[in-house]
């Protein structure tokens, strides 16, 4: 298996600051990095897989060492058939460990073959996810200092048609 390029596999619904940290420090490890976009069906996700694609595209437009796809089976599979050996994955607080840990023991159980890599973002990340992204901006908070621009207008865009403020008084 190659290792010259790591998978770094998540639903990114949307992406933030905070995984494209982990992107930039997976490029200083390996020369490429393969983003896979997960088609998860357990999740409820706002952006469509093209969507959040296209984001990723548009929010990484400079830089030419990623690869995106989305893939709705088993990352390793995708490994074996993308010839990578390695699988990013980031742990930003205590309370991923264990979840990442018992996902990375059963990939190397399906394939000892594939390494996951654990990298932790910068501190000033560490809280943020997509979720409370979200979440902010569907109560009409501000994440313009949590998501690229592109992310910005499409968040913008997206929660302008599906909510609307109650006001009670």
Not at 8 to 23: A, E, M, Q, S
Not at 41 to 58: D, G
């Given at each position: 298996?190659n290792?010259?390029?790591?998978?770094?596999?998540?639903?990114?619904?949307?992406i933030?600051?905070?995984h494209?940290?982990?992107?930039?420090?997976?490029?200083?490890?390996?020369?490429?990095?393969?983003?896979?976009?997960?088609?998860?069906?357990?999740k409820?996700?706002?952006?469509?897989?093209?969507?959040?694609?296209?984001?990723?595209?548009?929010?990484?437009k400079?830089?030419k060492?990623?690869m995106?796809?989305?893939?709705?089976?088993l990352?390793?599979?995708?490994a074996?058939?993308q010839?990578?050996?390695?699988?990013?994955?980031?742990?930003?607080v205590i309370?991923?460990?264990?979840?990442?840990?018992?996902?990375?023991?059963?990939?190397?159980?399906?394939?000892?073959?594939?390494?996951?890599?654990?990298?932790?973002?910068?501190?000033?990340?560490?809280y943020l996810?997509?979720?409370?992204?979200?979440?902010i901006?569907?109560?009409?908070?501000?994440?313009?200092s949590?998501?690229?621009?592109?992310?910005?207008?499409?968040?913008?865009?997206?929660?302008?048609?599906?909510?609307?403020?109650?006001v009670?008084?």
């Amino acid at each position: 298996m190659n290792s010259k390029t790591a998978i770094y596999p998540g639903t990114f619904d949307p992406i933030t600051f905070g995984h494209i940290d982990l992107i930039q420090r997976a490029l200083k490890l390996f020369p490429r990095v393969h983003i896979l976009v997960a088609k998860n069906t357990q999740k409820l996700p706002l952006f469509t897989v093209q969507e959040r694609m296209a984001l990723i595209r548009r929010s990484l437009k400079n830089e030419k060492k990623i690869m995106i796809s989305s893939f709705a089976g088993l990352t390793v599979d995708f490994a074996v058939q993308q010839n990578c050996s390695v699988i990013i994955r980031g742990l930003r607080v205590i309370s991923d460990f264990e979840h990442e840990f018992q996902m990375a023991l059963t990939n190397r159980h399906l394939n000892q073959h594939i390494e996951t890599v654990f990298l932790m973002p910068n501190e000033k990340y560490a809280y943020l996810n997509s979720t409370i992204v979200k979440e902010i901006i569907r109560v009409g908070g501000k994440v313009d200092s949590f998501v690229p621009p592109p992310v910005l207008a499409a968040l913008l865009k997206k929660y302008k048609k599906k909510f609307r403020p109650k006001v009670t008084r």
